[in-house]
Structure formats: structure tokens, C-alpha cells
Nanobody
Framework: QVQLVESGGGLVQAGGSLRLSCVASGSIFGPAVMGWYRQAPGKQRELVATMSSGGTTNYADSVKGRCTISRDNAKNTVFLQMNSLKPEDTAVYYC???????????WGQGTQVTVSS
């Protein structure tokens, strides 16, 4: 069983920065994609950024140039550095781990990010 615990969310003014962290407890056997998704009130959950075990990254167009995803495979941890935050970045941010071979995925409980204008 894998559990994901996020941290680092909070309230920040527009233009500010936040760094989200997600630690996966338990064993993730084999390659896995780790990433971040977000869900704003009244909207569907959407991809923010993902990173493969080999370091390949994928970003939503809305965050390119402002966010950087990184991971520490030895510690089963993924980070999301968010800069130049905008009010439209306000959402609950969820950590996600998806096993490449089985396709099974895990979700964290979410961390709130609020950007004030």
C-alpha cells in the first residue's frame, strides 16, 4: 500500500512563490510517473506537471515557465516549485503516483493553494 502526503500549500500574494512536497510511503516497485494535479472550485481536476522515473517532464501550458517539478527517487519524493503565482492558480493541489507497468495510481489528500490578488 502506498500513501502520499503533501505539504507546502498556503496563502500567498500574486507574484509570490510556493514549494509543494509529496512523500510516498510504502514501496513503489518499478518505474512510476510522479506528478501534480489541481482542482479549482467548480472545475475538473487538471494536470499541472509530471515527471517520469527517467526525468522526462510534462507541464500544463498554463504553468510553463513558472513551475518546476523535481523528484528524489531515493526518497520517493516529488516537489513542485511554483513562482509568479496568479489568482487563477488557486486550487487544491494533489500529488499523484502512477505505476508505469500496471497503470495503477495513487492520490494524495490534497493541499490548498490560495493566491490573493
Amino acid at each position: 500500500q502506498v500513501q502520499l502526503v503533501e505539504s507546502g500549500g498556503g496563502l500567498v500574494q500574486a507574484g509570490g512563490s510556493l514549494r509543494l512536497s509529496c512523500v510516498a510511503s510504502g514501496s513503489i516497485f518499478g518505474p512510476a510517473v510522479m506528478g501534480w494535479y489541481r482542482q479549482a472550485p467548480g472545475k475538473q481536476r487538471e494536470l499541472v506537471a509530471t515527471m517520469s522515473s527517467g526525468g522526462t517532464t510534462n507541464y500544463a501550458d498554463s504553468v510553463k515557465g513558472r513551475c518546476t517539478i523535481s523528484r528524489d527517487n531515493a526518497k520517493n519524493t516529488v516537489f513542485l516549485q511554483m513562482n509568479s503565482l496568479k489568482p487563477e492558480d488557486t486550487a487544491v493541489y494533489y500529488c499523484n503516483v502512477k505505476r508505469v507497468i500496471s497503470g495503477y495510481e495513487y492520490w494524495g489528500q490534497g493541499t490548498q493553494v490560495t493566491v490573493s490578488s
